[in-house]
């Protein structure tokens, strides 16, 4: 089987395998001596864990744990056999820890059933579990068989592993005094897979990794051969080719368990809210730093939301939030000259981040006092405009404040506008999210979050609103709503809008990239969309009254971000986004995914001038 070298490079990233062929870095090796657990939960069900002891551990040099659990493998199997690097960065392994990797149930070599963001559940019995007892019953016997520990625990992930970490705070367990959530999920329904509840079609080649149960114990994937081959460069054909989104469905994933919940399940009905972990995280009382990036196109909003909700409901927890100009996981690797996409941000980012922030913050609540706080920031922000690093006691920011920018006449102000502006939407010719094509055989999207969007002005199918020439700095730092009032002739639309940064004509980077045009660069800030039909609840859609002025506001998620004097600020609107997206046939259907060719329906669109983007803005 052959599988696009890209794809194979991202999932092997993913499944924590990307190990050198030649191991010349034999650190771990050399001062860690690794065992092999099938660790018991409540319940009978057994996890396979590896464990890294130091070797100069003693009775009188104890180490405290550091833990990770995932769904994506923790290879190499068999106690002779050693990652070459162990733990959240090398500085951390280089101070040692007893680290700790886990398969969750249902993955690789533990026992039990895999489930995608497994509920929490109500314990009436000793033997209900969910991830929070998993995690509790792993510290538990940790604690009592391995050693010399020094009684205290640590947990980190990145992406799902974010996830287990997150949800691992509810574990309540004495011990556990630091976790680090990195690019956390907290509900599917605005995370990775949705987005609103809209299907977020450029995670279509991944499925395989999280719908196929394995019947036995595994040390390799078991779901290789359900990838999809590619069969062209132009990753746009392959979309073009496979109509639409049941269609897709039907050809590749019938029997895939994920793809099934996610067509059958159109609403945030039941299956999806028990999915949901943010209204569990109550009474967390020890130190959390949640870690993100703002160019994450997978997992946004899972950081932003679980420090918010931490920060409401917590407060006894030492509750930090950090978000830095990084794709997904992008902190965990150093770049030297760091950029997303075409844009530049500065040098060695990851590496403070590691070294100034990260291991500060292990290292304080696991080595050292854990009733005082680490003296990290609140809130350490990037800012993607000034690019530099931002410190804030509070988030959002106290001092800023709630600035509303008018979409009105192909322009963006500060009043109130007269009128509408409209746009003609087909679904049967979308908007693109990307001119580059190769990006659409990618495993999962990634540099649209900073891409450049001339491409799209102009398309009568767009609506483009901008600032006249800034003659200050101005800076967004906190939450972006955008409260839309619209007209369609149709009953069912999808609204994208993105928030750019538009560069003057003369604009010279300090890096660049070859080949690329600088001058009048729209540089995308943030985005988001939103089916109309949950404008009022996202329980059950509802359909639009043609030709009826209907209010449609939603988050588009939060950024800290200087527009420069000189440059400009821009909206973009329209109601497809392909394929990033899937299609809305802009025809009311109880479920859409089941969408056919034949229910795509043309539509005129107004936007009224009383629209606005509503932003938190320093003062």
Same mark, same amino acid.
């Given at each position: ?8 490079? #991202? ?9 050198? !062929?030649?191991?010349?870095? @034999? ?8 065992? +092999? ?11 396979f ?39 959240p ?10 680290f ?54 640590g ?58 149960q394995? !019947? ?22 392959f979309?073009?080719d ?7 469905? +039907? ?44 160019f ?7 950081? =932003?939301?679980?420090?918010? !909700? ?16 990084? $794709? ?6 150093e ?5 997303? $996409? ?15 922030i ?13 009733? +005082? ?10 800012? @993607? ?26 322009t963006?102000?500060?009043? $109130? ?12 010719n ?29 398309r009568?199918?767009? =609506? ?27 009953t ?7 928030l ?5 004509e003369?604009?010279?980077?300090a ?16 985005? +988001? #969309? ?45 109601s497809?986004?392909?394929? =990033? ?36 803005? =320093?003062?």
């Amino acid at each position: 089987m052959k599988i696009h070298i890209s794809v194979l490079c #991202i999932l092997f990233f993913i499944l924590g395998k990307a190990q050198k !062929t030649e191991q010349k870095d @034999t650190f771990v090796k050399d001062n860690f001596t690794k065992k +092999e657990f099938y660790i018991p939960m409540r319940d009978g069900v057994k996890l396979f864990t590896a464990v890294y002891i130091p070797k100069d551990i003693s009775n009188k040099n104890k180490y405290p744990f550091l833990m990770q659990r995932t769904c994506y493998s923790i290879a190499p199997y068999g106690e002779s056999e050693y990652k070459t690097k162990v733990g959240p960065n090398t500085y951390l392994m280089k101070d040692k820890y007893i680290f700790v990797y886990q398969d969750v149930r249902g993955r690789y070599m533990s026992e039990g059933t895999f489930t995608n963001m497994t509920p929490q559940v109500e314990r009436k019995t000793k033997k209900d579990v969910d991830e929070s007892t998993d995690t509790y019953d792993t510290i538990e016997w940790l604690l009592k068989n391995v050693k010399d520990n020094n009684g205290k625990v640590g947990q980190f992930g990145t992406s799902y592993p974010g996830f287990y970490t997150a949800v691992g705070t509810l574990s309540q367990h004495p011990a556990l005094v630091a976790s680090s959530p990195q690019a956390p999920i907290s509900d599917f329904w605005n995370d990775d897979f949705l987005h609103n509840g809209r299907f977020m079609l450029g995670y279509f080649r991944t499925f395989p990794v999280f719908g196929v149960q394995k !019947t036995q114990p595994e040390k390799q994937a078991w779901y290789m051969d359900s990838f999809i081959k590619q069969t062209s460069e132009d990753g746009l054909k392959f979309y073009r080719d496979m109509g639409t989104l049941k269609d897709g469905y +039907e050809k590749y994933y019938k029997n895939n368990f994920f793809m099934t919940e996610i067509m059958n399940h159109t609403n945030y009905d039941e299956f999806w809210q028990k999915r949901g972990l943010l209204p569990h995280l109550k009474n967390i009382n020890h130190a959390v730093m949640t870690v993100g990036g703002w160019f994450d196109a997978e997992d946004l909003s899972g950081p =932003l939301n679980i420090y918010k !909700t931490i920060e409401k409901t917590s407060p006894k927890a030492k509750n930090t939030i950090v978000m830095g100009p990084f $794709s997904h996981g992008g902190w965990s690797q150093e770049q030297g000259k760091h950029f997303h $996409s075409e844009t530049y941000f500065g040098d060695s980012i990851a590496t403070y981040y590691q070294k100034n922030i990260e291991t500060r913050f292990f290292n304080h609540y696991l080595k050292g006092n854990t009733k +005082e706080d680490a003296g990290l920031p609140e809130a350490l922000m990037y800012d @993607t405009g000034a690019k530099a690093w931002k410190e804030f006691a509070s988030y959002p920011p106290k001092n800023a404040q709630k600035v509303n920018f008018y979409l009105s006449d192909k322009t963006l102000k500060k009043s $109130s506008g007269q009128g509408y502006s409209e746009y003609y939407s087909d679904p049967n010719n979308p908007v693109l999210s990307s001119d580059h094509l190769k990006d659409f055989n990618g495993f999962t999207p990634k540099n649209y979050m900073s891409e450049d969007q001339r491409f799209a002005v102009g398309r009568p199918d767009v =609506l483009t609103f901008t600032t006249d020439v800034l003659t200050d700095d101005i800076t967004f730092a906190g939450e972006i709503v955008a409260k839309l009032n619209i007209a369609s002739t149709s009953t069912d639309a999808d609204f994208a809008v993105k928030l750019i940064d538009v560069y003057p004509e003369d604009f010279k980077p300090a890096e660049k990239k070859e080949g690329v045009i600088y001058g009048n660069y729209h540089q995308m800030v943030r985005s +988001e #969309i939103m089916p109309a039909r949950f404008r009022n609840t996202k329980e059950k859609g509802e359909a639009l009254v043609p030709n009826q002025k209907t209010a449609v506001n939603f988050r588009l998620q939060d950024v800290v971000h200087t527009f420069k004097k000189g440059h400009k600020i821009q909206i973009q609107i329209s109601s497809t986004w392909f394929p =990033l997206f899937a299609i809305n046939p802009q025809k009311f259907m109880d479920n859409p995914n089941f969408a056919s060719k034949e229910d795509y329906t043309k539509a005129f669109i107004k936007v009224y001038g009383d629209s606005s983007i509503e932003a938190d803005v =320093l003062k």
